[in-house]
């Protein structure tokens, strides 16, 4: 069995998630927050699925791992945390756990050479299982 749930999303652009943001209304942070939740929810339980796993072979997570995969201008990584906020609060959901008893366990900016293959990367595992491919690689 997986020890590791390996999720892809979009990069998380919309002005609401940026935490250096002073312009925007709340009403649009919310609304780009609880988008960015869902999205990361669906994508989960899609990856669950397609891994053979269900909520209850997360239960015990408790390291992820961040990949910012960029092309142009990248925000720097505590940034790049923040903006993921909500993706990991929907992970988490999908998964059943608590996002308090996860630890980030590393982050690395990586520059990709086209646009479309901008996005993120969230791994999660359990710290006593230790992916084998744990450098960050990607693919």
């Keep these: 069995m997986d020890v590791c749930l390996r999720v892809e999303l979009p990069l998380p652009l919309a002005k609401g998630l940026n935490p250096n943001g002073s312009?925007?209304?709340?009403?649009?942070?919310?609304?780009?927050?609880?988008?960015a939740r869902e999205l990361a929810l669906r994508e989960t339980?899609?990856?669950?699925?397609?891994?053979?796993?269900?909520?209850?072979?997360?239960?015990?997570?408790?390291r992820?791992?961040?990949?910012?995969?960029?092309?142009?201008?990248?925000?720097?990584?505590?940034?790049?945390?923040a903006r993921c906020k909500s993706y990991k609060d929907g992970c988490?959901?999908?998964?059943?756990?608590?996002?308090?008893?996860l630890s980030c366990a590393g982050i690395r900016l990586q520059e990709v050479p086209h646009m479309k293959e901008r996005?993120?990367?969230?791994?999660?595992?359990?710290e006593e299982e230790k992916p084998d491919d744990f450098e960050l690689v990607a693919q």
């Design 23 to 35: 312009m925007v209304s709340r009403w649009s942070v919310a609304k780009d927050r609880a988008a």
């Design 119 to 126: 996005k993120v990367v969230l791994r999660f595992w359990r």
């Design 92 to 101: 988490c959901d999908a998964m059943g756990i608590n996002d308090r008893q």
């Design 45 to 62: 339980r899609y990856m669950l699925e397609a891994y053979g796993m269900t909520a209850a072979d997360c239960a015990g997570f408790n």
């Design 64 to 81: 992820y791992t961040l990949m910012w995969c960029w092309c142009g201008h990248c925000c720097d990584d505590d940034n790049a945390l």
